[in-house]
Structure formats: C-alpha cells, structure tokens
T-cell receptor, first 112, second 114 residues
Framework: QQQVKQSPQSLIVQKGGIPIINCAYE??????FPWYQQFPGKGPALLIA?????SEKKEGRFTISFNKSAKQFSLHIMDSQPGDSATYFC???????????FGKGTKLSVIP | IAGITQAPTSQILAAGRRMTLRCTQD?????MYWYRQDLGLGLRLIHY???????GKGEVPDGYSVSRANTDDFPLTLASAVPSQTSVYFC?????????????FGPGTRLTVL
C-alpha cells in the first residue's frame, strides 16, 4: 500500500512557468513533509520541508503548500529555470518513526 | 570533505555472485539507510540502522543484509545476486534529533546483475 502518492510522473514547462507537483498521504500521523531534488547521476538532496502547523512555506523560488484536512501538499516553483530540471520527490515521516516514505518522483523538464 | 561516500560507483555482476556495497559517512550521524531506486518506483527503503549495533528491515529487505559495527560504516550485502536486484543503490544518513531529520544521500552505486 503506497502511503504517499505523487503526481504527475513527468512535467514539461517553459522557462518562467510555474510547475506544480502534488502529493497526497494516507497516514494522519505523518508530521514532517520534505521535498528532495535529484539531478541526473546524483543522490537526492533536501530542497524544502514543512510541518503541518503551517499552510505554506517559501524558500526562494520554491513554495510548499500544505492542506492538512485534505492530506495533500504540493511544491510550486516560481519563475522556473532550465537549471531546475531534475527529479523531485515528496516524502513524509512521523508517528515516532524517522524513516521517510517517498513518493515515486516527478521528472521536471524546463525548456528554454 | 564531509558527507557520504559509496563504493563502487558502478558494478556489473554475474547472477549468483556475492556483492557488498560500501557506505561510509563522516558526519557522526546515528541513523543510516539503504535505498534502491528504480524507474517509476521511486526510492524504496531496504534496511536501516538507528544506531550502531542495531538494524531493521525496510520495505524491500529480501535478498539483502546489512551490518552496523560502528557509527561510520553501513555495508549492504547481496548474498546471491539476482537480475531483479539491478538498480541504483543509495546510502543515506541523518542525525536523529528534533523534528526535522534531513537525510543526506551518497552519490549512489549503479549495479547491474546479469
């Protein structure tokens, strides 16, 4: 049973566009929701994270929106650049476990 | 340079052979993890260790074993490799403290089992 569902699987946007990646979770005990960014041939790296006591968090051009009642969270990339082309993973953890449950990933391509 | 190192970078292995993937971190993190990454399936946890001397099973542990003799090293062993274990393997670590437990990932090992 997949506990974190991520969509879309792939996404193509033009430079300057605002790609949005969505995730939904099932376990109401989750209380930490990070997003990881992975470039080809590299390991994933933490991009931004949120806890459910806030509905939005911004870091530079990256924003997480969180809807606790719907059990959904999303990543928005403002003014996207070709350098943002990567695979993005949402994840969740909580309920006393530090293990992360990852979504299946979204491959983002930003074309010039 | 602080971080996680993995070895080898890539390996082609005959089915039935034994293989150990190495992982070392110098951040003194207490928790370490092994994931496999397959196209369309994302990152799946194989085994983890919350502290030296303890290990636990993740989502896909069958065919793999781990040990954690000290804080820095967390090797992953395939006792008898099978083609379905062809994947990219990532080691990660984190300091278990507080609410935000950022996992730091190594560069990965690309394993092909023929």
């Amino acid at each position: 049973q997949q506990q974190v569902k991520q969509s879309p699987q792939s996404l193509i946007v033009q430079k300057g566009g605002i790609p949005i990646i969505n995730c939904a979770y099932e376990n109401t005990a989750f209380d930490y929701f990070p997003w990881y960014q992975q470039f080809p041939g590299k390991g994933p790296a933490l991009l931004i994270a949120i806890r459910p006591d806030v509905s939005e968090k911004k870091e530079g051009r990256f924003t997480i929106s969180f809807n606790k009642s719907a059990k959904q969270f999303s990543l928005h990339i403002m003014d996207s650049q070709p350098g943002d082309s990567a695979t993005y993973f949402c994840a969740a953890s909580g309920a006393g476990s530090y293990q992360l449950t990852f979504g299946k990933g979204t491959k983002l391509s930003v074309i010039p | 340079i602080a971080g996680i190192t993995q070895a080898p970078t890539s390996q082609i292995l005959a089915a039935g052979r034994r293989m150990t993937l190495r992982c070392t971190q110098d951040m003194r993190h207490n928790a370490m993890y092994w994931y496999r990454q397959d196209l369309g399936l994302g990152l799946r946890l194989i085994h983890y260790s919350n502290t030296a001397g303890t290990t636990g099973k993740g989502e896909v542990p069958d065919g793999y074993s781990v040990s954690r003799a000290n804080t820095d090293d967390f090797p992953l062993t395939l006792a008898s490799a099978v083609p379905s274990q062809t994947s990219v393997y990532f080691c990660a670590s984190t300091r278990l403290a507080g609410s935000y437990n950022e996992q730091f990932f190594g560069p990965g090992t690309r394993l092909t089992v023929l």
